[in-house]
C-alpha cells in the first residue's frame, strides 16, 4: 500500500509563502486522488485541496485563491504551494490518498494518510 509523508512545514512570518510536499513510496501516486487537509487542535479536520489521477483540481470554499495543489508523478509527490499566509494558516497539514471515485472532499473517502507537517504562521 502506499505510504506517505509529508515535508516543509515550518514557523513562518504573515505574508510568506511556504510549499509542502507528500512524497509517496511503495507505490506509484499517479492512479490515486491526492489531497491536502489541515487540523488544528480542538478543531474538526478541514479540507483544502485535492488533486485528482486526470489532474483535475477542487478547493475548499473558505482557501480563497491562495492554496494552489499541483502533482509531479514523475517524483511520485504532490505539492501545496501557499501564499500570502496568515495566523490563521496555521495547523498541521495533512496529504491523504484514495482510489475510490469522486472522493474529492470528504476525508472519510481517503484511505491512505501522512503524519503530518506543522505549519505555523506568526504575526
Known amino acids: 500500500q502506499v505510504q506517505l509523508l509529508e515535508s516543509g512545514g515550518r514557523v513562518v512570518q504573515a505574508g510568506d509563502s511556504l510549499r509542502l510536499s507528500c512524497v509517496a513510496s511503495q507505490e506509484s501516486l499517479s492512479m490515486y486522488t491526492v489531497g491536502w487537509f489541515r487540523q488544528v487542535i480542538g478543531k474538526d479536520r478541514e479540507f483544502v485541496a485535492t488533486?485528482?489521477?486526470?489532474?483535475?483540481?477542487y478547493y475548499g470554499d473558505s482557501m480563497e485563491n491562495r492554496f494552489t495543489i499541483s502533482r509531479d508523478n514523475a517524483k511520485n509527490a504532490v505539492f501545496l504551494q501557499i501564499n500570502s499566509l496568515k495566523p490563521e494558516d496555521t495547523a498541521v497539514y495533512y496529504c491523504a490518498a484514495t482510489r475510490r471515485i469522486g472522493a474529492r472532499t470528504n476525508q472519510n473517502n481517503y484511505d491512505y494518510w501522512g503524519q503530518g507537517t506543522q505549519v505555523t504562521v506568526s504575526s
Open positions: 488533486v485528482m489521477d486526470t489532474g483535475t483540481t
